[in-house]
């Protein structure tokens, strides 16, 4: 898809996405938190897919990021008289690279399961910390009265939230831009090569530990900045944003629409929280039953998940590279 | 003449198992050299140390005069060291144009660009293709690395190595596992390689090396047992008995 041999122009599939979410905005108006909601995991999912599609690093602890982004927002709003959105939001991006770099550094050295046992390591002890520091996190009961102001002193965040929706939209299409710019550039088609054969990048020169370095900080930013998105639409943050579950939950999500291919991270989401919401108020107990079914569906039967699965039946969606194009 | 790629006591041993003993090694500039030896003579695991894979246990390795001893594989590829493997270590999922434009990508220093697309990288796809062409690939640039034939996949190797236009190159068993009727087709790629490469050639195929060899070095249970040209090697006696007997019996 991307590399070389791909046209990297936009095609027109590409902008089905954020046409939905308009006619979302209009047709469902009642529906616009679990909306915003929805638009902040595919943000999420698309800073996992830059690392895990791409660049092929294996993740439990994803979590660490976004909740880490998530209290950032919430500390600032609660606790001090920063409270301008965007503000927020780079402090909570600064937070998160920060916290991507120092630990990508230490345990981007190792692989497989020993890196799959660091990651969910980091998010267990922050979910520790941010349950004993009662005075900055709310400890179990969560942080509240988290104060967001105007963004850009214009909009306010109203209770229907029109103004949250947009705010969450606005900033996945910066993320799905630079993704997108990211996996199409020379960086990207180069991390294509490190998933594929790390052996051979290192014997072509490249410096393969600090170039996953990089783009684990980048996704770790992204991240972040969903967390923090998660915080102040909410106007609360609590622990459930941190620890194994959400990382599993994101993990899922991106199964489900389809790892390294950009817009399994848009249905992924779509698809889990739709479904929870649904199946959450029909069967309050029961809900992740449905969802483990259909995972175990994708994982049989649509190993690319379910955007694998449109490009078997709707073949014109899928992306015609100019290798593709020229073998045929 | 100064060596362009040159050991000194090089060692390496794994717990009580020696697999390089005291390796006193000389590639001068433009060489054809051949490294044989029986199974488990430690060549791979020479390659290996000369590239910076594996650290050996004693001893110095000098490319191009500079000792690299400790110096990252990364950093020894960018000051002229490339090599192909022994099993074929190809981006198998990608087109074969994408397989050596990355390689030439890190030798231009653009791969880490993050802004414009590679595909827009003109200058890295032109030089791709004409390096296909010279090894007769240019038809398979768009097919993907999986779906061509073997003795193919193994061009591919040696078209990646020289992308990075080495001034080294380490070639471990190029013909391994291509029938003998395609062995040809990568013995005469190897004859037209830039005469100013020097070349290290591991192989087991001895009309392949004899051919393209204009001095060997015989490696036996990790010591040199002797280095000379083809017609000196084809002649000791004691290469015959540890090597060339070895094969006869087999």
Same mark, same amino acid.
């Given at each position: 898809?991307?590399?070389?041999?791909?046209?990297?122009?936009?095609?027109?599939?590409?902008?089905?996405?954020?046409?939905?979410?308009?006619?979302?905005?209009?047709?469902?108006?009642?529906y616009?938190?679990?909306?915003?909601?929805?638009?902040?995991?595919?943000?999420?999912?698309?800073?996992?897919?830059?690392?895990?599609?791409?660049?092929?690093?294996?993740?439990?602890?994803?979590?660490?990021?976004?909740?880490? %982004?998530?209290?950032?927002?919430?500390?600032?709003?609660?606790?001090?008289?920063? @409270?301008?959105?965007?503000?927020?939001?780079?402090?909570?991006?600064?937070?998160?690279a920060?916290?991507?770099?120092?630990? %990508?550094?230490?345990?981007?050295?190792?692989?497989?399961?020993?890196?799959?046992?660091?990651?969910?390591?980091?998010?267990?002890?922050?979910?520790?910390?941010?349950?004993?520091? @009662?005075?900055?996190?709310?400890?179990?009961?969560?942080?509240?009265?988290?104060k967001?102001?105007?963004?850009?002193?214009?909009?306010?965040?109203?209770?229907y939230?029109?103004?949250?929706?947009?705010y969450?939209?606005?900033?996945?299409?910066? %993320?799905?831009?630079?993704?997108?710019?990211?996996?199409?550039?020379?960086?990207?088609?180069?991390?294509?090569?490190?998933?594929?054969?790390?052996?051979?990048?290192?014997?072509?020169?490249?410096?393969?530990?600090?170039?996953?370095?990089?783009?684990?900080?980048?996704?770790?930013?992204?991240?972040?900045?969903?967390?923090?998105?998660?915080?102040?639409?909410?106007?609360?943050?609590?622990?459930n944003?941190?620890?194994?579950?959400?990382?599993?939950?994101?993990?899922?999500?991106?199964?489900?629409?389809?790892?390294?291919?950009?817009?399994?991270?848009?249905i992924?989401?779509?698809?889990?929280?739709?479904?929870?919401?649904?199946?959450?108020?029909?069967?309050?107990?029961?809900?992740?039953?449905?969802?483990?079914?259909?995972?175990?569906?994708?994982?049989?039967?649509a190993?690319?998940?379910?955007?694998?699965?449109?490009?078997?039946?709707?073949?014109?969606?899928?992306?015609?590279?100019?290798?593709?194009?020229?073998?045929? | 003449?100064?060596?362009?790629?040159?050991?000194?006591?090089l060692?390496?041993?794994?717990?009580?198992?020696?697999?390089?003993?005291?390796?006193?090694?000389?590639?001068?500039?433009?060489?054809?050299?051949?490294?044989?030896?029986?199974?488990?003579?430690?060549?791979?695991?020479?390659?290996?140390?000369?590239?910076?894979?594996?650290?050996?246990?004693?001893?110095?390795?000098?490319?191009?005069?500079?000792?690299?001893?400790?110096?990252?594989?990364?950093?020894?590829?960018?000051?002229?060291?490339?090599?192909?493997?022994?099993?074929?270590?190809?981006?198998?999922?990608?087109?074969?144009?994408?397989?050596?434009?990355?390689?030439?990508?890190?030798?231009?220093?653009?791969?880490?660009?993050?802004?414009?697309? *590679?595909?827009r990288?003109?200058?890295?796809?032109d030089?791709?293709?004409?390096?296909?062409?010279?090894?007769?690939? *240019?038809?398979?640039?768009?097919?993907?690395?999986?779906?061509?034939?073997?003795?193919?996949?193994?061009?591919?190797?040696?078209?990646?190595?020289?992308?990075?236009k080495?001034?080294?190159?380490?070639?471990?068993?190029?013909?391994?596992?291509?029938?003998?009727?395609?062995?040809?087709?990568?013995?005469?790629?190897?004859?037209?390689?830039?005469?100013?490469?020097?070349?290290?050639?591991?192989?087991?195929?001895?009309?392949?090396?004899?051919?393209?060899?204009r001095?060997?070095?015989?490696?036996v249970q990790?010591?040199?047992?002797?280095?000379?040209?083809?017609?000196?090697?084809?002649?000791?006696?004691?290469?015959?008995?540890?090597?060339?007997?070895?094969?006869?019996?087999?």
């Amino acid at each position: 898809m991307s590399g070389y041999s791909a046209d990297p122009r936009i095609r027109w599939t590409e902008w089905l996405p954020w046409v939905a979410a308009i006619a979302f905005f209009f047709l469902l108006p009642g529906y616009l938190s679990l909306g915003a909601r929805i638009l902040i995991f595919i943000l999420f999912a698309l800073s996992l897919d830059l690392i895990l599609g791409y660049a092929g690093i294996v993740t439990l602890g994803h979590s660490a990021f976004f909740g880490l %982004g998530a209290y950032t927002a919430g500390a600032l709003g609660a606790h001090t008289g920063i @409270t301008d959105p965007l503000l927020q939001l780079a402090a909570a991006a600064a937070m998160s690279a920060l916290l991507g770099l120092a630990t %990508g550094a230490v345990i981007l050295r190792t692989r497989a399961l020993t890196l799959l046992m660091l990651t969910l390591a980091i998010t267990a002890i922050l979910l520790e910390i941010a349950n004993k520091w @009662t005075s900055l996190t709310g400890g179990a009961d969560g942080l509240s009265g988290v104060k967001v102001a105007e963004v850009l002193g214009l909009f306010r965040f109203d209770l229907y939230g029109k103004t949250a929706f947009f705010y969450c939209l606005a900033m996945l299409f910066i %993320g799905w831009w630079l993704v997108r710019r990211i996996i199409y550039s020379p960086y990207g088609a180069m991390l294509t090569g490190i998933r594929e054969n790390a052996a051979r990048m290192h014997a072509v020169g490249a410096p393969v530990y600090w170039r996953l370095v990089l783009i684990y900080t980048i996704s770790a930013t992204m991240a972040g900045v969903a967390g923090a998105l998660l915080t102040q639409v909410n106007q609360f943050v609590g622990l459930n944003v941190l620890g194994l579950e959400p990382s599993g939950d994101i993990l899922v999500m991106l199964i489900l629409g389809g790892v390294g291919r950009l817009y399994g991270a848009f249905i992924g989401p779509v698809v889990y929280l739709i479904a929870q919401d649904y199946l959450a108020k029909q069967y309050p107990e029961y809900w992740y039953f449905g969802i483990g079914v259909l995972l175990i569906i994708v994982v049989l039967f649509a190993r690319g998940g379910i955007l694998g699965l449109l490009d078997k039946w709707l073949p014109f969606l899928k992306p015609a590279s100019s290798a593709r194009a020229s073998a045929r | 003449m100064a060596a362009v790629l040159e050991t000194r006591k090089l060692c390496k041993s794994f717990g009580a198992l020696t697999v390089a003993d005291n390796i006193d090694f000389r590639l001068e500039p433009g060489a054809r050299h051949a490294l044989i030896g029986p199974n488990g003579a430690g060549k791979t695991t020479f390659v290996n140390m000369l590239m910076g894979v594996l650290a050996p246990s004693s001893g110095q390795i000098l490319l191009g005069g500079e000792e690299v001893t400790r110096v990252p594989q990364s950093a020894r590829v960018r000051r002229g060291l490339g090599r192909t493997f022994q099993v074929t270590t190809l981006f198998r999922s990608l087109p074969v144009l994408d397989n050596v434009a990355l390689g030439i990508a890190e030798r231009e220093g653009t791969a880490t660009r993050m802004w414009k697309p *590679a595909s827009r990288h003109q200058e890295i796809k032109d030089e791709s293709m004409q390096l296909l062409a010279a090894l007769g690939l *240019a038809d398979d640039a768009a097919t993907r690395v999986a779906d061509l034939a073997y003795g193919k996949q193994r061009l591919v190797e040696i078209a990646i190595a020289l992308g990075l236009k080495p001034k080294v190159l380490l070639l471990d068993e190029p013909a391994a596992g291509v029938p003998s009727h395609e062995t040809d087709k990568i013995l005469s790629n190897l004859e037209r390689l830039p005469p100013d490469i020097a070349i290290l050639i591991i192989e087991h195929d001895m009309e392949l090396v004899f051919r393209f060899a204009r001095r060997i070095t015989v490696l036996v249970q990790g010591v040199v047992l002797t280095e000379g040209t083809p017609e000196e090697i084809a002649r000791d006696v004691r290469v015959h008995q540890v090597y060339l007997g070895e094969q006869a019996h087999a």
